[in-house]
């Protein structure tokens, strides 16, 4: 219970002392009008779940305050306290149940389409090659709750870190490129934490010691991973070694991504979720379905597939620019232009 639910809970308690109505809607009246002023702007979805839960409050007092008899009224009062000692909070999230209508903006379809990408928080699209905001968002709203720990191995230019501190997660970030986290870090100094850690670290993920890691902030474990690595070499992403966007083959690019995800599943809970965010590729007149590869390569490891989710594909300046030779190639080559990613999301049995 938060202090709101607990007052409200200690009031309702009260009133099943009180023996007359008069005095009863003497208090309600008192308490409605604290009730309303909790409410606060609607500039977040916090403050919209929260508003929401706040007006079925006012709605069900007032309901008390008008019941005709004393007996009414306690019956109404005593299906509020149950309302409020009856939680039905997601296991993996911090979704209320009783109100679900209310996320309308969590998706559940397995169609993403974005028109823009969002530019709230610290985000900008600089880093060619990083994933729109919106994607952490759904993932960590979907399957985290506040204060828990979301980590990204291939973190980039730190979207996923913006995103967690604005949600109020922890976060840890590895990249292998030292300019990406020093990017990380500037973009990402701006963003309030609330009583939340980011660790932002160079290194190679597959060798990272996330145990060591998470025990110096007391914690054994991960509740969520989001891994956005290299679609093999389409970017060239830098030339350290290790860095997956340099595996001279599809074969080794799979193997060093594995021993990545081996390694992150270390420390991923138990009933937890991992989402691999991953593009294909065509080359000498070949499809190369790498977001399958990796799929197969990931459930092999003993993961369970929940969800395919197919996300539209926004063009970099560079592809509109060539976009009708790429039309024209399409046509004439007998094949279709990528306009479509994935997301794979697993959970850990
Ligand atoms: C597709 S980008 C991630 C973009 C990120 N989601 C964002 O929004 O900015 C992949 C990143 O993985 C990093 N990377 C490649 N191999 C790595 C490895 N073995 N360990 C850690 N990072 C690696 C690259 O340097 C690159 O920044």
């Not at 309600?28 to 609607?42: H, Y």
């Not at 922890?170 to 963003?191: F, M, P, Y």
């Not at 914690?219 to 991973?225: D, I």
């Not at 060093?256 to 590729?281: P, Q």
């Amino acid at each position: 219970m938060d202090y709101r639910e607990k007052k409200l809970y200690d009031f309702l308690v009260n009133c099943m002392e009180i023996d007359n109505k008069p005095t009863l809607n003497e208090k309600l009246n008192i308490f409605i009008k604290l009730v309303s002023s909790w409410k606060k702007g609607n500039d977040d979805s916090d403050n919209t779940t929260n508003n929401n839960r706040i007006t079925i409050w006012e709605r069900n007092l007032t309901q008390i305050r008008e019941s005709i008899s004393l007996d009414r009224a306690r019956y109404y009062i005593n299906r509020m306290i149950k309302s409020l000692t009856l939680t039905n909070v997601g296991k993996v999230n911090d979704i209320d149940f009783g109100n679900w209508k209310e996320y309308e903006d969590i998706l559940t379809d397995s169609l993403w389409l974005f028109e823009k990408r969002d530019r709230t928080l610290s985000h900008n699209a600089s880093y060619w090659g990083n994933f729109i905001p919106q994607i952490p968002n759904q993932l960590i709203r979907r399957f985290t709750k506040k204060g828990e720990t979301v980590l990204d191995p291939f973190l980039g230019s730190g979207t996923t870190a913006i995103e967690s501190l604005g949600l109020q997660r922890n976060c840890i970030g590895v990249d292998i490129s030292q300019d990406q986290i020093a990017h990380s870090r500037e973009l990402t100094e701006s963003v309030d934490r609330k009583n939340v850690f980011l660790e932002l670290i160079r290194g190679d993920s597959a060798e990272v010691d996330f145990k060591k890691l998470l025990s110096e902030h007391d914690l054994q474990s991960v509740q969520l991973a989001i891994l956005h690595p290299p679609y093999w070499d389409i970017i060239k992403f830098n030339e350290e070694e290790g860095n997956l966007s340099g595996a001279p083959s599809l074969e080794e690019f799979r193997s060093m991504f594995s021993k990545v995800l081996t390694n992150v599943l270390r420390v991923l809970e138990k009933g937890r979720f991992l989402a691999i965010v991953i593009g294909d590729s065509y080359r000498k007149g070949e499809w190369i379905p790498i977001g399958f590869y990796l799929m197969d390569d990931a459930m092999k490891m003993g993961l369970k597939l929940k969800s395919i989710v197919v996300k539209n594909y926004s063009d970099t300046k560079a592809k509109r620019q060539s976009s009708q030779l790429w039309r024209y190639r399409a046509l004439k080559g007998n094949f279709y232009v990528f306009k479509h990613e994935y997301i794979f999301i697993f959970k850990k049995p």
